[in-house]
């Protein structure tokens, strides 16, 4: 192999190692030798795929902290998050994602699959008074509840088909 890429993966619940797992043996079989990221590493390559969890509408905390030390790199974000993909929510995730990107570097795509979200979290936000915007309504709860079957092995095809589709060949 004589091309690689940095590998970057954040998982606070193993939803987002599952699928990184499918994304790792996709650019494998591409051909891409991968570069794990460890903790307090930053990329190496031109080339970084990052596996992040949605937090606040954007990538969490450690994939932020990562993407700030890249500069010029080509970079795929594959996330996980408790919305539907295919929403207004998950477009403007997209868009945040995409955006924080390309500060200072080259954005190859974003792949969002739902997650599982924690239904002690849910349980939370369902107590908390009507008018506050992070109270959960019925049909919001059903979404939540629906997330808990993800990311299943769909999923993670699709994670990979979105790797094949988006890594430079």
Known sequence: MNRYLSFSVSSR???TRKVAEGVRAQAEAMGWGIHE?????????????????????????????????????RILAIGT???????????KVRRNVTAAIEQEN??????LCQ?????????????LPVD?????NDW???RLVESQKHPDETDVVYAAAYTHDHLPA
């Open 13 to 15: 619940t193993g939803n």
């Open 106 to 111: 080259e954005c190859l795509g974003v792949f």
């Open 140 to 142: 919001s709860v059903a």
């Open 132 to 136: 506050d915007p992070h109270y959960l």
């Open 37 to 73: 990221i460890a903790k307090g590493e930053d990329p190496v390559d031109n080339v970084v795929i990052m596996c992040f969890w949605c937090f606040k509408s954007t990538f969490d905390p450690l994939s932020l902290k990562r993407l700030a030390s890249c500069r010029g790199k």
């Open 115 to 127: 997650g599982k979200v924690s239904m002690e979290s849910v349980e939370k936000r369902r107590q």
């Open 81 to 91: 998050f408790g919305g539907y993909p295919q929403s207004n929510y998950g477009d």
